[in-house]
């Protein structure tokens, strides 16, 4: 039976985080050097989770601010001693302050990307940098395909199965063009993670609202899906592996 009110809402718990999802912070090794931060640069990162690789950008040299939409992920990060913001990647309030906007694996839970590059472009100097890496178009498709059948034979909201937005590299460089900005590169990459915690736990952690709409089924749905994605995820070592999709870009304002 559905839940009449499932939760909707993405939402985020930095202590599950830490444990089951630690490598979205350890697989930003190439948006960091495409980021080529300066010393003493002022850095915006936008969507910065529990601020562990904010942490990273402030101790090489950065002056940097984070902002998060998320409560507990701000908590966590200001336990680090960091300078941040709770504050919706929707709405940025800030005007011509920043050298560079950085963003890792956060642009896609902003279903509303133009009102992003509104605030990102305000909050640039002129000549400032956007430099960003997030899902691209294709992403996670298996997964989210898993979902939807399970919708399918199950009745419920398909739509809950894959909320973001993964654009195409020309999609999203015509939008980065549309805000003033000039797109240095722009690529799509394929990026198999492995997931040490398992299938069960990434969907948990990453979609919760889609099984939260099954109410007391939710444990038995979680078990349908990871049956579907076992045959093609699941390695004869029981290895789990993620389908991720990597949209990486680097665009400028004029100076
Ligand atoms: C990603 O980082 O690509 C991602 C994370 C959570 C859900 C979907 C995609």
């Known amino acids: 039976m559905r ?5 909707r809402q993405q939402t985020w718990s930095s202590d599950s985080y830490d444990r089951h999802a630690r490598f979205v912070s350890e697989l930003a090794g190439a948006v960091v050097e495409w980021l080529d931060l300066k010393p003493g640069e002022r850095l915006l990162d936008l969507g910065c989770g529990d601020g562990a ?8 040299g950065g002056i940097v601010t984070g902002v998060d939409a998320s409560e507990d992920f701000i ?17 940025l309030a800030y005007e011509a302050e920043f050298d560079a906007v950085f963003s890792n694996a956060a642009l896609h839970w902003m279903t509303e990307p133009d009102k992003v590059l509104d605030g990102v472009a305000r909050a640039l100097r002129p000549g400032g940098r956007f430099v960003g890496e997030f899902g691209g178009h294709g992403n996670v498709a298996a997964i989210v395909t898993a979902m939807r059948a399970t919708a399918q034979r199950r009745g419920g909201e398909a739509d809950l199965a894959g909320p973001w937005f993964f654009p195409s590299p020309e999609v999203y460089a015509r939008m980065l ?13 394929p990026r198999p993670t492995p997931l040490k915690s398992g299938m069960r736990e990434w969907l948990k952690v990453f979609r919760h609202p889609f099984f939260a709409q099954y ?13 579907l994605l076992k045959p093609v995820l699941c390695d004869a ?15 400028v304002l004029p100076g």
Do not use: M
Request: aromatic share 8%; glycine share 10%; proline share 1%.
């Open 3 to 7: 839940s009449s009110e499932p939760a």
């Open 53 to 60: 690789l904010t942490e990273a950008l402030a101790a090489a």
């Open 75 to 91: 908590a966590a990060a200001r336990k680090r001693g960091l300078n941040v913001q709770l504050a919706d990647g929707q709405a």
């Open 177 to 189: 063009d549309g805000h003033g900005f000039e797109v240095r590169r722009i690529g799509l990459f």
């Open 215 to 227: 109410g007391a089924e939710e444990d038995s749905v979680l078990d349908e899906v990871v049956a």
């Open 237 to 251: 070592d029981g290895h789990w592996t993620a389908d991720y999709v990597r949209l990486r870009f680097e665009a």
